[in-house]
DNA sequence: GAGCACTGC
């Protein structure tokens, strides 16, 4: 099928794509020109209306600022709040960010436009990193969970005159719970107002949010110019049936087409599988390439490289070659590359969902939302004119939603309703959701809590909740915190609790490094099951000087394990405060593994002769994820707990450790009379 | 026999 499909020096790249033309022979790309990506054949200014938006902010409360990424909204609009006087007598300017990496690289840039240091005028808040002064710093860049949290403190987030929500538009579960405290916070304190910074045309969700039960007054739509190059958009006639295939195809046409001109390639893949596959498909391909051809090189690029990998898609290709990125979603908004000027795009994303009847997450490979492609199509146009080839027809595009499916619908809202709680808003179903969470979910979530000690009868936060809520672990782990104290193993809890927090600890590469890396790990293996596997790996980590060329010996990410100690630090922190001993189980494995029975208590499972598991929960069919020690040894006992659960292609259990059934019976009881005591 | 992407004073 190969050139069936496209055939190279016809009529030029995506000949034989799906393309309107605007009666000049000039192909128009259907989808972003009139809809989605602002246009641009000669340079505009930014902020074309930057009066009209400061005067929106004299005015209304809550703004949405609707422009693409380049229009310079996140680095250019807090300036011009500042230089209007937002930021006077004491008020500080804060923009939210759903990403640390963008918090941190925006606040530096900043910096250096206002002319300041960083930390000073313009500062940033991210957990760990408070690059901020107290006094000094005007506007604050920081994630939304770091505002979200700083509610906890400060219901009215009084030191704030104005904070730009940005990226909206990815809905992530921080964002949708600020707004709705921020909408909330606004009926008691007007003067505070909000910007909502969306990069869609789905904008109105947004003014309906702020608009309902309040006046159209409110809130308006203020939208900006964009400083992209146009992008061409092209569509495929026909659906494919490997989109793998015809991605590697198309890029392998690009390269043959655009000969030795500049430019180099991005390709959207959903994960590692796909993108290895690819990459089988381009060294198929490399044996035809013509000897005069431009030299095409491949490289790989999703969050389980090393940094050291992902630092090589960064890297000019020599001259004579083109660089043919092939990323997960990972290039869509975390890591942007410079010298894009092709980018080809599956239409597809994986998802996480939480099934919160069954408590099963899984990872569904769905059609991406309006508002990714566009994003992904922008990624070609950052530094000269560009092509957007998408691997499915305009007939396609047109079903898909406006907008990402906001997180919240779709994850465990236990951690989310025990927050919302200790802020005092007890009666859920009367808080304003921009997108409410499904009802199941919200019941489900109460049950746990109330299950866990962490909520009473009432539907009121218990003394521990309260301490909880503050602790940025999952209740699980927090309550292995706690029950520390009696067991007499803070100590390894802690380290635990830390690394059960990161993922990717293990770096497994494909094919014969890949067996060596399992052998090195298998070094750290304990008797008793994963959590205390990992507890070796720490302590192994910290024995030997927490080096990146130790942990480069002995497969395992530096990057995860440095965090891990950060999170460590962390919690120490909050066992301190709460008054918990972090003392040292002395190698008593077994009360380190009840400890672990009290946070896993709903996840035990029982070994079965296939060599499965069964839930106790749901007598559930469990298969172990083939990292774990327990893969291939039965438990002596025939009972474990694990940390999570995850369906793909089967229900896996993750992070397991040999129990006796009797702790099980035991924890159950001891709540039993808990409950029937209050 | 397997790893979308983020995040938490």
């Known amino acids: 099928m190969a050139l069936e499909f496209w055939k190279p020096g016809t009529t030029g790249p995506g000949s034989s794509l799906d393309r309107e033309t605007d009666g000049e022979g000039f192909a128009v790309p259907s989808a972003l020109s009139s809809q989605s990506i602002q246009h641009q054949r000669e ?87 408070d690059v901020s002064d107290k006094e000094r710093t005007r506007i604050l860049y920081m994630t939304d969970g770091m505002l979200f949290r700083e509610t906890l403190v400060d219901p009215l987030l009084s030191r704030y005159s104005i904070i730009m929500v940005d990226e909206a538009h990815e809905r992530s579960v921080y964002t949708d719970l600020l707004l709705g405290i921020l909408k909330k916070i606004r009926r008691k304190r007007p003067s505070l107002r909000l910007i909502v910074s969306s990069a869609t045309l789905d904008a109105t969700s947004f003014l309906d949010f702020f608009t309902a039960s309040t006046s159209p007054e409110e809130a308006t739509i203020v939208s900006l110019e964009g400083r992209m190059y146009p992008v061409e958009v092209a569509y495929l006639q026909e659906p494919t049936p490997d989109y793998v295939r015809t991605a590697a195809q198309v890029a392998w046409n690009i390269n043959l087409q655009q000969g030795s001109g500049g430019g180099d390639i991005l390709m959207f893949l959903t994960g590692r599988d796909d993108i290895e596959r690819c990459l089988e498909e381009f060294s198929d391909l490399m044996a035809t390439l013509p000897r005069s051809a431009t030299r095409l090189l491949p490289l790989a690029l999703h969050a389980g490289l090393s940094t050291d990998e992902q630092l090589r898609v960064f890297e000019p290709a020599a001259r004579g070659s083109r660089k043919v990125i092939i990323a997960t979603n990972i290039a869509e908004a975390s890591v942007t590359i410079e010298g894009i000027k092709f980018v080809v795009d599956c239409g597809f994303v994986k998802m996480r969902m939480f099934n919160a009847t069954t408590a099963l997450a899984s990872l569904a490979t769905v059609p991406t939302s309006v508002a990714s492609a566009t994003q992904r199509a922008g990624r070609a146009g950052r530094t000269s004119p560009g092509v957007c080839y998408r691997l499915y027809p305009k007939s396609a595009f047109d079903t898909l939603p406006l907008s990402n499916s906001p997180e919240i619908t779709r994850t465990d809202m236990t951690t989310p309703i025990l927050q919302l709680k200790s802020l005092g808003i007890d009666d859920l179903m009367k808080f304003e959701w921009v997108s409410a969470p499904p009802a199941e979910s919200v019941l489900r979530a109460l049950e746990g809590l109330v299950a866990a000690g962490m909520i009473g009868e009432d539907g009121r936060l218990t003394a521990i909740g309260e301490q909880v809520a503050e602790c940025p672990v999952e209740v699980g782990i927090a309550r292995m915190l706690f029950s520390s104290k009696e067991l007499k193993c803070g100590e390894e ?186």
């Open 493 to 678: 809890i802690l380290t635990i609790a830390a690394m059960t927090a990161i993922q990717d600890v293990f770096l497994i590469p494909d094919g014969a490094p890949g067996a060596l890396a399992e052998l090195e790990r298998r070094k750290f293996t304990a008797e008793e099951g994963d959590h205390l596997t990992l507890l070796n790996v720490y302590n192994a980590f910290t024995r030997y000087g927490r080096s990146s060329s130790w942990c480069k010996a002995h497969a395992l990410s530096f990057r995860a394990m440095s965090r891990a100690v950060s999170i460590r630090g962390q919690l120490k922190k909050y066992m301190q405060r709460f008054n918990l001993p972090t003392e040292s189980c002395e190698g008593d494995a077994k009360r380190l593994r009840r400890c672990l029975v009290s946070g896993y208590w709903r996840n035990g499972a029982r070994w079965v002769a296939d060599g499965t598991y069964r839930s106790v929960r749901g007598n559930r069919t469990l298969h172990v994820h083939p990292t774990s020690v327990l893969f291939t040894r039965k438990p002596r006992s025939g009972w474990v707990v694990f940390h999570e659960m995850e369906e793909t292609k089967k229900t896996q259990i993750r992070i397991l450790t040999e129990i006796e059934p009797d702790w099980l019976v035991d924890h159950g009881h001891k709540f039993q009379k808990k409950v029937e005591r209050s």
């Open 43 to 129: 340079r505009l200014p930014i902020f074309k209306h930057r009066d009209e938006l400061l005067y929106a902010i004299e005015m209304y409360g809550v703004i949405i600022v609707v422009g693409q990424t380049g229009c310079g909204k996140t680095t250019q609009l807090p300036q011009y709040l500042m230089e209007s006087g937002w930021a006077d007598k004491g008020n500080v300017i804060a923009c939210t960010q759903p990403r640390r990496v963008a918090a941190t690289s925006v606040a530096a840039r900043v910096a250096t436009e206002v002319g300041s240091i960083l930390g000073d005028e313009v500062g940033y808040t991210i957990r760990f990193e």
